[in-house]
Structure formats: C-alpha cells, structure tokens
C-alpha cells in the first residue's frame, strides 16, 4: 500500500465525485475525512444540516449519506482500488457512518466501476417525462442493482400504483399548509440572483421545475407558499413510472443500505438514458409512510419512492467546495 499513496488532490476528487449525490432538498450532510495511515475514508453525519421537521428522525439524512457513500465506492472503484466498507463502525461516535478502507489495486468485484461516468451526468430532473415505457430489461437491471446493496426495488402498478400517486398528493397538499415544512423550504430553496449565484447548497429557483398544471406526477412545489417570477405551469405524465425503495428493518443501518442503492439505481438508470426525481412528502409523515409498503405481503420498510422517465437534460445544482466538507488525517 506505501507505494500507492493518495495525493491531496486524488482525495479531492473522490470527495469531489462522492459530493456529487442527492440528499434531502440538497443539504448535503456529510462531511469526509482520510486517514493516510490507516489509507480509509470516513464519511460523517453533518446533523447541522437536517431537516427538523421533516426529517426529524434523521432517517432522509442517513440516506443522502448513503448515496455519498456509494459514490466514493464507485470512484475508488473506478481509480482501481478495492474496498472495504463498514457500517456505523463506531457505535460511541453517532456522526461516523461508515469507513472505506483501501485493500489493494485492480479489484473491482462489484462491478461499480462502470457507473462512474453517470455522477456528473445524474441530476435530479423536476421537469415533465415522456409518456414512455421503461423496458421491462431495464427494470430487472435496476432492481437487481438495488439488490447488490441488500435492498428491494419494485414498480408498483395498478391499483397499488394509484394508491401511492394518492398518498403523495395528500402529503404534498399537508406540507403547503405545515408551518414546518415551509420551514426546511425556506432555509433550502434559494429565489434567484445574487442567492443561486453564491449558494453551494439548496436547490435553486432554476431547479424547481415548472409548477403542475396537470397529469399525475407526484410533483413538490419547492416554491412553496413563495412567488417565483416567470415560472411557468405545464402538463406532466399522466401516467408517471414509480420505483419504491424498501428494507427489511428500519435503522440507521438499513437507510444507509437504501442511500447505496437508491443512488446504484439512479446511476445505472442515468447510463440507461432515464431521469429521475424523488417523490419524499409521504415518507415525510408516519401515518401515510407505511401505507406505501408492499400490499401483497404488508412487509418491508419504505424508504424512498423514485419518480423514473426520459427527461430533458437538465443542469446540475451547486455543491458545497471540497476544502469545506474534507479533512486529510496523517
């Protein structure tokens, strides 16, 4: 390993490319730290960065982190190492979330190497999908990806499909009223210039999309009870493709695990040509959170509902500087 030591600024575009995943209205609570010693990257909780009210548990926290993790196993993968990762090692210290230690060179096991090229390209698309088809290969691809990480991926349809689009719409209507919720908003939405020009965090007027004038897509209205001039109103899919996220328990443990492959999905899902957006609100509030689980056999913990299509291109929201979220141990 001494002869394969990484320079600051390979560590820098590690953390660069881990940086690069989804979190909860883009509070990117992580923070990262290497050890040169032990060659092994920790990956923290930033709990100054959580959702008091609609994520009080800090369960949607865990998995942005998740997905954070993921990305650094995919771009160690991609720079040719192997890995091994641990979950909540430390159980005195609650912000450590998991390490990465750096086994060898020219292993990659998993076949995470590949995804690589979709993290700059994955961006969270709040715009109207095409009323396509996702091709059933591709759902298998998807679903077995979630798989790798230990987590079920499934399609609901029918009625079941109709029952979740219900139980997103009444979530989204309760949160335009919740003084809580406008809250989260209000400190992570950023209402144009000079803001969106010097925020590396939030989402940004130019990213809420156009507002819902129509169809079925389980839509959150990231201006909230706030005007935002000149944003249009537009019809999306009436018929919207739905992916839910489950595990078997509900820890800490388990919502890293979903982070890992929500974001593996949402990776793989850019390669084949799709787009994705999130549809949280009802994960937002216990009583309509469990009603989404599987109907057939009433087990499982949902986790996340993706919102799955071919979207226009759509750009990248801004990300915190590296310098901010990374420290280099001896």
């Given at each position: ?37 032990e ?22 926290l ?28 430390d ?6 979330l ?36 996702i ?10 990806a ?56 939030g ?6 999309g ?72 009802p ?17 499982g ?30």
């Amino acid at each position: 390993m001494s002869g394969h030591r990484l320079s600051d600024a390979d560590v820098a575009a590690l953390v660069r490319d881990a940086a690069a995943a989804p979190s909860m209205h883009n509070a990117q609570p992580w923070r990262f730290r290497y050890h040169r010693r032990e060659h092994t990257f920790e990956v923290r909780a930033d709990f100054g960065r959580a959702m008091p009210h609609a994520d009080p548990d800090t369960r949607a926290l865990h998995l942005g982190c998740g997905a954070a993790l993921l990305n650094l196993r995919v771009a160690l993968a991609h720079a040719g190492w192997r890995t091994e990762t641990l979950l909540l090692p430390d159980p005195t210290d609650r912000a450590l979330l998991a390490t990465v230690r750096l086994t060898g060179r020219d292993g990659d096991p998993g076949g995470l190497a590949a995804l690589h090229p979709a993290i700059p390209r994955r961006h969270t698309n709040r715009y109207p999908f095409e009323e396509r088809d996702i091709p059933a290969d591709v759902r298998s691809a998807l679903a077995a990806a979630a798989q790798a990480e230990g987590v079920t991926l499934a399609f609901p349809s029918s009625w079941h499909l109709q029952e979740v689009l219900e139980l997103a719409r009444e979530a989204e209507t309760r949160n335009l009223t919740d003084r809580g919720s406008d809250e989260d908003l209000a400190r992570w939405t950023r209402g144009g210039a000079p803001q969106e020009s010097t925020a590396g965090d939030g989402v940004p007027s130019y990213a809420f999309g156009p507002r819902l004038r129509g169809g079925k897509a389980p839509m959150r209205d990231f201006a909230g009870t706030r005007r935002t001039p000149g944003r249009a109103a537009t019809d999306f899919e009436r018929n919207p493709h739905l992916a839910l996220l489950s595990t078997p328990r509900d820890h800490p443990e388990d919502w890293l695990r979903a982070g890992q492959a929500m974001e593996r999905v949402l990776l793989l899902a850019t390669l084949e040509g799709l787009s994705g957006s999130f549809a949280t609100q009802p994960l937002e509030w216990t009583d309509l959170r469990w009603p989404l689980r599987d109907p057939v056999t009433g087990r499982g913990c949902p986790q996340m509902v993706l919102r799955l299509g071919y979207g226009p291109p759509v750009p990248a929201t801004p990300r915190r500087p590296v310098p901010d979220i990374v420290e280099i141990l001896p």
